[in-house]
């Protein structure tokens, strides 16, 4: 990747991550704009399908400063109910779409959050920042 972006003069490289414990290699510093796991996909996909009610990371980009978590709304969940105005998202997060059975919805103020939802948030920072958003999204608005 190197090569290709110094010799070669590639404007974009995109790595195949085989092996987990190499993933530290592929940075910018080595010539990678974006690294690719297989490995890592599929774990994150397994986990989104069977995981409803906890925060599950998806995917991280810019090495790593940014990710793509989903959370699946379980029935009786504080959240259900609820205007996406309400949730109190920090500053470094957004909530981008929500899924539901009836297709795609991009998030409006007055749309409310149904069972079943898959919402996906872009969090700058650790899966742990999005976990403690939703869980503190969870406690505020469950006191109501």
């Known amino acids: 990747s190197l090569l290709a972006k110094t010799e070669f003069g590639v404007d974009r490289v995109v790595a195949r991550v085989n092996d987990m414990r190499n993933a530290w290699l592929f940075t910018e510093a080595w010539g990678v704009d974006v690294a690719v796991s297989a490995p890592a996909a599929l774990v994150a996909a397994i986990e989104g ?3 409803i009610g ?11 400063q940014v990710s793509l978590a ?42 409310a959050l149904e069972a079943g939802d898959e919402m996906l948030f872009f969090v700058g920072g650790s899966k742990s920042q999005v976990a403690a958003l939703v869980e503190g999204a969870t406690e505020l608005l469950g006191d109501r």
């Open 49 to 51: 399908a069977i995981d």
């Open 54 to 64: 906890h925060v599950v990371r998806l995917m991280e980009l810019r090495q790593g």
């Open 70 to 111: 989903k959370l699946t709304l379980p029935e009786g969940d504080p959240l259900v109910g609820r205007r996406m105005r309400e949730l109190p998202l920090p500053k470094n997060t957004a909530l981008a779409v929500v899924i539901r059975e009836s297709g795609i919805v991009f998030p409006a103020p007055d749309d």
